[in-house]
């Protein structure tokens, strides 16, 4: 009797193995098929060259001209995903509270503060398409990541300074697409952006600001 109950327990045993295999391998086969796509190039890779001017709002003001491209792929016809790299020309503006002689000593009024600078974002790309691709249609475009100063400087702004520390990156736009070949998969892209920053700032200790910003972009994709 227990040489039974032994028998039935190790067959149990073997045919649960069995099935769990079978669960593994069927999901072992199944991983190919998940990046075949991206491998083939049937995942449909696409680029985009983007250019827009945003204008500062709020207390302390900047107004950026950016040029960034996009890389990645079309994984349905409504949305995409993707990564960038861009360069900002950031142009900032001091207010009437602006005043040199509140910072430390070895800072002079022009030394290390420009009113122009450069900055480099890098950030993840999500698109939404509205409308077939092979006609005019609209898109919701939204960008997350860091920008960041290249300068060791201190940029002037409003009363006090931006540093060189990494900033907080958002830009949300939406737009219209006007494809420029039969399949659709070239076109050009104009819309209205937003741009939201947050950096380190100094006025008389260090604390947080954030930039806002409002513009139009314009854009070509392949």
């Known amino acids: ?89 950031i142009m900032t503006n001091r207010n009437d509270n602006y005043d040199p002689w509140q910072y430390p000593g070895d800072w002079d009024s022009n030394k290390g503060r420009s009113r122009t600078g450069w900055m480099l974002p890098l950030y993840s790309d999500f698109r939404f398409n ?19 100063l290249l300068s060791d400087d201190y940029l002037e702004i409003g009363d006090g300074f931006l540093n060189s520390d990494q900033t907080f990156y958002f830009k949300p736009s939406i ?16 819309g209205l952006s937003y741009q939201l920053m947050t950096q380190d700032y100094w006025y008389r200790s260090y604390s947080d600001v954030t930039l806002s910003s409002f513009g139009a972009t314009i854009g070509f994709e392949w």
């Open 1 to 89: 009797m227990k040489r039974l109950r032994f028998l039935a327990l190790m067959l149990t045993a073997f045919i649960g193995a069995g099935t769990m295999s079978a669960q593994y391998y069927e999901l072992a086969n199944q991983i190919p098929q998940l990046i075949s796509p991206a491998l083939s190039g049937s995942m449909n890779y696409k680029g985009f060259l983007d250019a827009s001017y945003t204008k500062g709002v709020g207390p302390r003001q900047a107004d950026f001209i950016e040029v960034t491209t996009t890389q990645g792929f079309q994984f349905t016809p409504w949305f995409y995903m993707g990564a960038g790299i861009g360069v900002q020309t």
């Open 130 to 148: 509205i409308g077939p691709r092979n006609d005019t249609s609209f898109f919701i475009d939204l960008r997350l990541g860091a920008s960041f």
């Open 175 to 190: 737009g219209m697409r006007i494809p420029l070949n039969d399949s659709g998969s070239q076109a050009v892209n104009i």
